[in-house]
């Protein structure tokens, strides 16, 4: 039935007392305000309002929506039910007090765009003689975005240096937090080795960086900078090609950060944590009769693909840099020894080559002259490490370094670097395997997390999907504001499925894009669509997969969305909910989503991934950052892309 409202009163009963709207109607889904404005999150817009007659009669609301002129006033009348009709819907009769309400069918209402409504009752045989208040709402998108782009400058698999913690330097250093308080201080300022045949005792003393030993590693980078530029000259090249870390060192990039901390990539760690060591020669009576202090570094490269290194095997190098920053004479020379050990099972491990600066041989040992040695006179000694293994294996190393002067036959003194880590970190230690398919042998280092940065520039509306549901699912899944990991499916999983054989993406998509999924209607741009699951197929917090803590039984389940064409007079889509299953639109605590999302987009956004240079096996955490949309904080309101260059 269709009402012309108050304009049209028609016949009246005697005696009868009109139907009266509420004063405050209302849009949804989902039914809340931002500012004075209805915010409903799905173009299947819902229009409600109350409406109270004395006589206790049941009533209907006629609604009437109009868009609107700049300053807010109505503009015109919006046709919701057809040509040759009243431009008007009419909700079914309601008890009085109770809420009154209608679905407008979509394609009606356009997204994006400013619209008000009103009501005017109807109890059967009296209209009320006035429309009710006008109410504005909005269809506003959870993401906004333009189409794609036509290229795009985003690496996806690009990857920051992270900076992290050792949680084992050994006894002569302090244990830090995370947060960097000290969380155990060192428990051994102090080792000494043996006396010798005249009873002097050599002690080594480990310092972490202080002032001075950071200006001094800055020096050191100046003065290798301009010899780096004066050989570039001299071999006719420009200054600027000169490299700016050291030939020698087996981490590039190292050079550049800051000493003090210890960083590292899915591949390479650099530790400018480690500090000064100090030796003391003292005699019988603990007389010190001379000293020594080093600065001292290292450094850890594993090559993810056999044969990246040149070798053969799947290979780990490791490096330590030492340099002098005083001899006493008195020592008549200092010799230092690296001494690594690994629980490698698998392993061949060459000798340490030491090199000056320049990668030039320097000697089978790390030695230094007493009477002819320089502060620049630093000293690389590197260990080539190849695994032959079969599945995987994690290595655990450690480290120390033995001391000992020309001044005596017998003294030598030890310090203890720690190790790769205490067991439930491991951080610096290398993982070997077999296992990642297409790729030959190679070793990562697996305490590295890395980020998948998905292409928002190509891939928008995949990206403004995940993005909305990293802030809404409880575990974040992925996300880096919420330091939440995600958990590879890999092909090493010792989950089955029904056949029995490994539990793979496809067994996981298939219980959350399942028989309860179909497409919701839009706009003929969005073009073909496909279901897009969140936490994605591929990985342990997909609501498929059988351990998951998101797992569901069925998709339906899961926050429902699809994607939109705007109508606000842009070239912009939206992410909306999809209201058929649950008609509020997602609650915020569904542990799963799936949504409409271009099947160009779905099936590219995660094009690539993982990265044969990352080596991922089951169970590895990665990130997923959505790059174009990270500037947004919150779901309150619509989160709008902004292009990445």
């Not at 609650?587 to 590219?604: D, L």
């Amino acid at each position: 039935m269709a009402a012309a409202g108050p304009q049209d009163l028609g016949a009246i009963a005697a005696g009868g007392q009109r139907p009266v709207s509420g004063k405050a109607p209302s849009a949804g889904p989902k039914f809340t305000k931002s500012g004075s404005v209805w915010r409903v999150i799905s173009p299947d817009v819902v229009l409600g309002n109350t409406v109270t007659d004395a006589d206790g009669d049941t009533s209907t609301l006629t609604f009437q929506v109009y868009t609107t002129n700049a300053d807010g006033s109505p503009k015109a009348q919006v046709d919701l039910d057809g040509p040759g009709e009243h431009g008007v819907l009419v909700s079914g009769y309601v008890a009085s007090g109770a809420t009154a309400k209608v679905p407008v069918p979509y394609g009606k209402l356009k997204s994006g765009v400013l619209y008000k409504f009103r009501t005017s009752a109807f109890d059967g045989s009296l209209y009320e003689t006035t429309w009710s208040p006008w109410a504005d709402f909005r269809i506003d998108p959870y993401v906004k975005f333009p189409a794609p782009q036509s290229s795009s400058t985003i690496d996806p698999t690009r990857q920051v240096i992270d900076e992290f913690t050792r949680t084992d330097p050994g006894p002569a250093l302090p244990t830090f937090a995370e947060d960097g308080a000290v969380k155990r201080e060192a428990t051994q300022k102090r080792t000494c080795g043996k006396q010798d045949a005249q009873g002097r005792t050599l002690c080594i003393e480990l310092s972490s960086p202080d002032s001075q030993a950071k200006a001094r590693a800055k020096k050191r980078a100046e003065a290798l900078r301009e010899a780096a530029k004066a050989k570039a000259r001299k071999a006719g090249k420009s200054p600027a090609e000169a490299a700016v870390a050291p030939p020698a060192d087996l981490v590039k990039w190292c050079s550049d950060q800051p000493v003090g901390q210890d960083y590292m990539t899915r591949d390479e760690a650099c530790l400018r944590n480690i500090g000064a060591g100090r030796l003391v020669f003292v005699d019988a009576d603990d007389a010190e009769i001379g000293f020594a202090t080093f600065d001292i570094e290292m450094r850890l490269k594993a090559y993810p693909n056999k044969g990246a290194s040149g070798s053969d095997f799947a290979e780990f190098d490791q490096q330590i840099a030492i340099v002098p920053v005083s001899i006493d004479p008195a020592l008549d020379g200092v010799t230092m020894k690296w001494n690594i050990q690994s629980s490698c099972m698998s392993c061949v491990t060459s000798v340490i080559r030491w090199a000056d600066d320049f990668d030039n041989h320097a000697g089978d040992s790390a030695y230094w002259d007493a009477d002819n040695w320089s502060a620049y006179d630093r000293k690389w000694g590197t260990r080539q490490t190849t695994w032959s293994g079969t599945g995987k294996e994690i290595i655990d190393l450690s480290w120390s370094v033995t001391a000992t002067v020309d001044a005596s036959d017998t003294a030598a003194a030890t310090a203890d670097f720690g190790s790769s880590g205490i067991p439930e970190r491991r951080e610096l230690s290398p993982r070997c395997d077999d296992i990642v398919k297409g790729s030959a042998p190679g070793c990562v280092l697996s305490f590295f997390k890395p980020n998948w940065t998905v292409d928002t520039n190509l891939y928008p509306a995949a990206g403004a999907y995940y993005w909305y549901m990293q802030q809404v699912m409880p575990d974040h899944a992925g996300s880096r504001r919420w330091d939440s990991l995600m958990h590879y499916l890999g092909p090493d999983t010792t989950e089955k499925n029904s056949s029995g054989g490994p539990w793979n993406s496809d067994n996981s998509r298939a219980r959350v894009c399942d028989s309860t999924w179909s497409v919701h209607q839009s706009d003929a741009s969005v073009g073909s669509v496909d279901c897009d699951e969140f936490a994605m197929a591929s990985t342990h917090e997909s609501g498929g997969y059988p351990k998951s803590v998101n797992k569901v039984a069925s998709g339906k389940e899961c926050a429902q969305l699809f994607t939109d064409k705007m109508g606000d007079g842009s070239s912009n889509f939206g992410i909306l909910a999809d209201t058929r299953t649950a008609k509020d639109g997602p609650k915020g605590t569904e542990r799963c989503g799936r949504a409409a999302i271009p099947s160009v987009q779905n099936q590219r956004a995660f094009t690539g991934f993982p990265a044969p240079s990352w080596r991922m096996l089951d169970g590895d955490g990665f990130f997923v950052t959505m790059p174009g949309f990270e500037h947004c904080t919150n779901v309150a309101t619509t989160c709008t892309w902004r292009k990445v260059s």
